[in-house]
């Protein structure tokens, strides 16, 4: 087994996978090992993302056309 420095990194990189991967099982055991929650996880997954993903280019193309949107040029027409 190696000693100094490098036991180190090697111990600290352990400590840090072993919890991953503890994560991970609690994860699989209790989402992905039955089809009906996986399909469930999808479904929850799939609406955050359009949700998030819409938001964030609504966002995006706003702050780029700033000025030129009718809700910005709205008062001078009405």
């Not at 400590?15 to 991970?24: D, I, Q």
């Amino acid at each position: 087994m190696p000693k100094g420095e490098n036991y180190l990194v090697y111990q600290y990189l352990w400590r840090k996978v072993s919890k991953l991967l503890a994560k991970m099982k609690v994860l699989y055991n209790s989402l992905f090992k039955r089809t009906s929650t996986y399909a469930i996880g999808i479904m929850f997954s799939a609406f955050f993302f359009e949700r998030t993903f819409d938001v964030l280019s609504e966002t995006i193309f706003e702050s780029a056309n700033k000025g030129k949107l009718w809700k910005d040029i709205k008062h001078k027409y009405e």
